[in-house]
Structures are given as structure tokens and as C-alpha cells.
């Protein structure tokens, strides 16, 4: 892990990461930031928060001395956040629906274990990162990785974000002062929360999830044992 992020200065920070992990929170709290959903000549932003991959591979082709944010979060936690964060575009009168049909919703979408470690996968493609190579830093709570480029990967855990936002992005010149696009603070707060409390994890998903290299990589055993029981 390097040590020289107190003097290093890069030329752009890229949060390059899935939705609902604080993304929108790092680029809303600094001036001068922007989503980028497709590709364009140029990106002249400091920082950029990407989602898809073909837009960060471009970023990083156009760009050196690049500090490229990543996020993860435990699976189930994610996958619900993200549903309700789209769920009023895609089904008319949401609030209205019982919350067993928008269960069945959620549970027959692309909301999984497995479609999170595609595209975590497809990150560490991009990278040429290979995190057989590395060990996840619990003591400090992120991994800096030395990229190409001159560029630097920050890996950290979305469960460690009040401790990450105070103590280790202030090193990057990163600041959040306040949260942003928090499920739990929208119109559709006590629907998502009875959904968190009416869901039960399926003995597939459940077995993904023990399985997934990802998570192991991430998170102990005891921390994906303790998430998969919130929901059986």
C-alpha cells in the first residue's frame, strides 16, 4: 500500500464505483464535479463520478496522476437501496403497491451478489488490478494501490464510510460534510424500510454470497455471516 497520499497531487479524482455507496456524497460536498453517463472528448471536472465502464477506460486513456475512488458495500444492503433508488421511474404508483408484488420485483431483477461482482470484476479489468495479489487492509480500513500511469486505486468498505469520510478522504482533499441521495431520507423512506424488514434472503443468493471472491476479499467471514443472518 503506498504511503505518499499526504503530498501527492493528482490531476483529477474519478469515484469510479455501483450506485449507493456515497458517491454522489464525495462529488455534491466539492466544487467543481460531475456524473459522466457516456463518453465525451473531454473531462474537464476535478472530480468525476462514473458508473459505466466504458467511461471510466476513456478517463483513464485521456488522463494520468488520476486518483480513482472505489467503493463496495455487503450485497443485500446495496441491492434494496438500489431498487428503491429507481423503482418510481420504472413502476407507476410504487407507493401505492404491497410491498410483497415489489418484493417479487426485486427478487427477479438484476439486483445480485452476482451482477455486483461482474462489474466489480469488470473494474479491476480496467485497472489491471488483480486482488489475488493484494490483502484488504482491516487495521486501516482501506487499500491505496499503485496503478498505472502514475494513477492510484482507493478501496475501501462503505460500512467503514463515517470513519472513511473523516479520517482518510481529508488526506486526498476530499471533503463531506453532509450525506447525499440517502434512500432513507426520500418519499419513499418507510417503503423501503418495510421492504428491508419483509425481505428474506433465498438459499441461492445466500450461497453467492458466501462464495463470492469479492466479498471474501472485503469482509470476514463473521461480517458476511452476521449480514446474510439480518435477512433469513
Known sequence: MSTDSDTKEYSKIMVYTY?????????????????????????PEFI?????????????????????????????DRNISAFWQFTKFKHPF??????????????NSRLNIKNNDVWMNKLFENLNVNIDNLTFDFANKYNLVNLENNNDLLMFRFEDWSYIKYNVLPKFKVLVNKNANVTSNKKCADKYKEHKEFYKVT??????????KILNFYYTEDEINTHISKYE
Open 19 to 43: 450506485g449507493k455507496v456515497g458517491s454522489t456524497s464525495i462529488r455534491v460536498n466539492n466544487d467543481n464535479g460531475r456524473y459522466y453517463g457516456r463518453i465525451r472528448d473531454e473531462y
Open 94 to 107: 410504487y407507493l401505492d403497491k404491497p410491498i410483497e408484488k415489489l418484493n417479487n420485483i426485486f427478487i
Open 203 to 212: 438459499e441461492t443468493e445466500k450461497e453467492n454470497i458466501k462464495n463470492s
Open 48 to 76: 468525476l463520478q462514473i458508473e459505466r465502464h466504458t467511461v471510466a477506460k476513456d478517463i483513464i486513456t485521456k488522463y494520468q496522476n488520476v486518483l480513482v475512488i472505489n467503493i463496495v458495500r455487503l450485497p443485500i
